[in-house]
């Protein structure tokens, strides 16, 4: 499996080497701290990746670490300056918080991701018709929305990486009954999701509705996981008045990866969605849109 070389990417490489370096050299954040002048939340900051560090507090750090071989700080000090790269996303910064931001940087960066819907198909897997039909529903500017299709766009980018990430959707049947755009909309993505389905790093899958209550019902969610280190996850959850994202929290990811194999032992097995979804592709192709609603005199 590739790894997808992002700044985020290389970020976390950094925090983890950092982490690991001052571990072996025995000192504490603390010790660091008082060695440098600098503040206890400095040091923090940088190994949580909450802050970016400078090539020169690098190069300031890497003495203390007793990391002296050439070759290894030439490595660190390229992996810095590459994680203070700009990506893709960072053009929308005037459009979009710095959370939906991080967000996207999780989303090209994970080695493996897992995510649960129980209303929709994920952003990942939508066609520019079920995106356009989604991002309306919320906003009636026409600018907002393109705009908002062209990022669902370019995140999809990430699964025609040749031996790229690894993928694991989990949906409701729900999402497969909405109709989303109506039914030529509708049909065109259930056709798109049995298409998706058959590449060798995407699996989807669908709880039933017979499945009755699951754990799922609390809400949509999804997990990244990265390289670096051991149980190394962020975890995006879902919510009605905002979605939270949780880093550094290896415990609570941790709970929602279990979550998520739950869900998995109840959904249809793997391979098995053209299966299920071709008799609603069958029911959306004989449907007839809605009539257009008469004018009002």
Do not use: C
């Amino acid at each position: 499996m590739a790894q997808v070389e992002t700044p985020i990417t290389q970020q976390r490489r950094l925090r983890a080497e950092l982490k690991r370096a001052r571990e072996q050299s025995g000192m504490t954040q603390k010790d660091v701290a008082e060695l440098l002048d600098w503040s206890p939340s400095k040091v923090i900051r940088i190994e949580t990746g909450a802050a970016i560090i400078s090539t020169s507090d690098l190069m300031a750090l890497l003495p203390h670490y007793g990391v002296t071989d050439r070759k290894r700080i030439d490595a660190l000090v390229e992996v810095a300056r590459a994680s203070r790269k700009q990506a893709w996303w960072d053009e929308y910064r005037t459009y979009y918080d710095q959370q939906f931001l991080t967000f996207l940087g999780y989303e090209a960066s994970t080695i493996r991701m897992r995510g649960f819907q129980a209303l929709l198909v994920p952003g990942l897997l939508q066609t520019p018709g079920y995106s356009n039909a989604i991002v309306r529903a919320y906003s009636d500017d026409e600018e907002v929305i393109a705009r908002g299709v062209q990022v669902r766009g370019k995140r999809q980018r990430v699964l025609d990486v040749e031996s790229g990430p690894e993928f694991f959707f989990v949906l409701d049947e729900a999402a497969l009954h909405r109709w989303v755009g109506g039914p030529a909309v509708m049909r065109e993505q259930l056709l798109w999701l049995e298409e998706v389905d058959k590449r060798p790093n995407v699996h989807i899958q669908v709880v039933p509705f017979s499945a009755g209550a699951h754990p799922g019902m609390r809400g949509a969610f999804t997990i990244f996981e990265f390289p670096y280190e051991d149980d190394d996850f962020a975890l995006l959850l879902e919510h009605p008045d905002g979605d939270v994202l949780i880093q550094n929290k290896p415990e609570t990811a941790s709970s929602y990866v279990e979550t998520f194999f739950e869900l998995e032992a109840i959904a249809s097995p793997k391979g098995g969605l053209g299966k299920l979804i071709r008799p609603i592709i069958d029911s959306l192709s004989a449907a007839k849109p809605a009539p257009a609603a008469e004018p009002q005199e």
